[in-house]
C-alpha cells in the first residue's frame, strides 16, 4: 500500500518555463513534507519542505504547495533550469510520532528540461 | 564537515556470499536510517537505529538481513547468504536529534549479486 503517490514517473519542461510536480498521499498521520532531488549514482539532497501548518513555502526558484484536505501537494521550480533535469522525491513523515518511522517516499518523478 | 560516507559504492556477489555495507554518519548525527532503491522504485524504508540501539526495523526482511550501529565506528547493514533480488541501491541517512526531519543521505552503496 503505497501511502505517499507520485503518479507522473517522467515530465518533459521546456528551459525557462515552469516545472510542477505532483504528489498524493494517504496517510492523515503525515505532518511534515520534503522533496528531495537525486541525480544518477548520488544520493539524494534535501530540496525544501514543509510543515501542515503551512500552505506554501518558497526558496528561490522552488515553492511546495500544500494541500492538506485534498492530501496533496505540488513542488514549483520557475523557471526551469538544465541543471534541474534529476528524478525528484516527495516524502512524507509523522512528526507527531517524533519520526521514528524515518521518511516515507514516493516512486519520484524523472524531470527532464529541454533547452 | 564532511557528509555521510558511505562505503563501498560498489559491490560485488556470487549468490550465497555475505554482504557489509557501511555508513559513517554526519559529524553530530545520531539517529541513522537504511533505505533500499529497487530498479524503478522509490526509497523503502528498511530500519532505523540510534546509537546501539535498534528503533525501528519494520521495513527489514525477516531474514539475512540484519543492522547494528555500536557505539564506535559505522553502521553496518549486514545481508547474509545474498540472493539475485538483493541487488539494489542502499542509502544512509543520518539526522540529528528529535524534531529534525530532514535527512541527509550519503552516495549510497549498489550491490549486485551475480
Known amino acids: 500500500d503505497q501511502q505517499v503517490k507520485q503518479n507522473s514517473p517522467s515530465l518533459s519542461v521546456q528551459e525557462g518555463r515552469i516545472s510542477i510536480l505532483n504528489c498524493d498521499y494517504t496517510?492523515?498521520?503525515?505532518?511534515?513534507f520534503l522533496w528531495y532531488k537525486k541525480y544518477p549514482a548520488e544520493g539524494p539532497t534535501f530540496l525544501i519542505s514543509i510543515s501542515s501548518i503551512k500552505d506554501k513555502n518558497e526558496d528561490g526558484r522552488f515553492t511546495v504547495f500544500l494541500n492538506k484536505s485534498a492530501k496533496h501537494l505540488s513542488l514549483h521550480i520557475v523557471p526551469s533550469q538544465p541543471g534541474d533535469s534529476a528524478v525528484y522525491f516527495c516524502a512524507a513523515s509523522a512528526m507527531v510520532r517524533g519520526g521514528a518511522d524515518g521518511l516515507t517516499f514516493g516512486k519520484g518523478t524523472h524531470l527532464i528540461i529541454q533547452p | 564537515n564532511a557528509g555521510v560516507m558511505q562505503n563501498p559504492r560498489h559491490l560485488v556477489r556470487r549468490r550465497g556470499q555475505e554482504a557489509r555495507l557501511r555508513c559513517s554518519p554526519m559529524k553530530g548525527h545520531s539517529h541513522v536510517y537504511w533505505y533500499r532503491q529497487l530498479p524503478e522504485e522509490g526509497l523503502k524504508f528498511m530500519v532505523y537505529l540510534q546509537k546501539e540501539n535498534i528503533i525501528d526495523e519494520s521495513g527489514m526482511p525477516k531474514e539475512r538481513f540484519s543492522a547494528e550501529f555500536p557505539k564506535e565506528g559505522p553502521s553496518i547493514l549486514r545481508i547474509q547468504q545474498v540472493v539475485r533480488g538483493d541487488s539494489a541501491a542502499y542509502f544512509c541517512?543520518?539526522?540529528?536529534?528529535?524534531?529534525?526531519?530532514?535527512?541527509?543521505f550519503g552516495s549510497g552503496t549498489q550491490l549486485s549479486v551475480l
Open positions: 541517512a543520518t539526522r540529528t536529534g528529535t524534531g529534525n526531519e530532514k535527512l541527509f
Open positions: 496517510n492523515s498521520m503525515f505532518d511534515y
